[in-house]
């Protein structure tokens, strides 16, 4: 069945440091990948996404790298600042349907 | 422009009770799926509403049921709650497949409605 998983729940880095979150999928149907941040409180927010057309998609400190051989995914944040502090979730969706498929989320901890 | 709008922010019930959470999406979006996110887990997909009609549909029971209306906000209703029931509830708007620009961004959800099942 469809599945994405995370392969670290807990990450801890310090600041100025870069942080980089890892993500496996299964479904080798998915062609559209996002990563969302979630701070306390607050909805999912959109950081970056990728086609699986692509191997890498660059965004302001955030770089997603997808490798379609290994169905991995992962987000990388340049010089991790205090406010990056939250929890990230992958997440994958076929383009044919809008249903898109959460990861568990790996809980991110900057350190002054 | 206001984003997608949910009440309430928290609510607490009684097992056995009826819970009804609304949602308005972002403005220009006419799709609406809700999620159930229990502590310390990803969302998971409930059902999306378009045209006011249930389009797709997660791994949850009938006592999960939803409404769209003409104006593209939306309802769930959740019947019979079990303690299990209680999490963050989430809602996001986004536009139909085949109406978006290929490859944008799928979802914009809203902050949630926390509900407590005693």
């Known amino acids: 069945g469809e599945s994405v998983g995370l392969h670290l729940p807990t990450l801890s880095v310090q600041e100025g440091d870069n942080s980089i979150i890892n993500c496996a999928y299964s479904?080798?149907?998915?062609?559209?990948f996002i990563w969302y941040k979630q701070e306390s409180g607050k909805g999912p927010q959109f950081i970056i996404d990728?086609?699986?057309?692509?191997d890498k998609r660059q965004g302001q400190r955030v770089t997603v790298l997808l490798n379609k051989t290994v169905k991995h995914l992962s987000l990388q944040i340049a010089a991790t600042q205090p406010g990056d502090s939250a929890v990230y979730f992958c997440?994958?969706?076929?383009?044919?349907?809008?249903?898109?498929?959460f990861g568990p989320g790996t809980s991110l901890s900057v350190i002054p | 422009d206001a984003g997608v709008t949910q009440s309430p922010t928290h609510l607490i019930k009684t097992r056995g009770q009826q819970v009804t959470l609304r949602c308005s999406p972002k403005?220009?979006?006419?799709?609406v799926s809700w999620y159930q996110q229990a502590l310390g887990q990803g969302p998971q997909f409930i059902f999306q509403?378009?045209?006011?009609?249930?389009?797709q549909r997660g791994n949850f029971p009938d006592r999960f049921s939803g409404h769209q209306f003409p104006n593209y906000s939306s309802e769930l209703n959740v019947n019979a709650l079990l303690l299990g029931d209680s999490a963050l509830y989430l809602c996001?708007?986004?536009?139909?497949?085949?109406?978006?620009?290929?490859?944008?961004?799928?979802?914009?959800f809203g902050a949630g409605s926390r509900l407590t099942v005693l």
């Open positions: 996001a708007s986004s536009l139909a497949a085949g109406r978006r620009i290929s490859g944008a961004n799928v979802l914009t």
């Open positions: 479904n080798s149907a998915s062609d559209y």
């Open positions: 990728i086609r699986s057309n692509m």
């Open positions: 997440a994958e969706n076929t383009d044919s349907y809008d249903k898109v498929i």
């Open positions: 403005s220009g979006h006419d799709t």
């Open positions: 509403y378009y045209e006011e009609e249930e389009r």
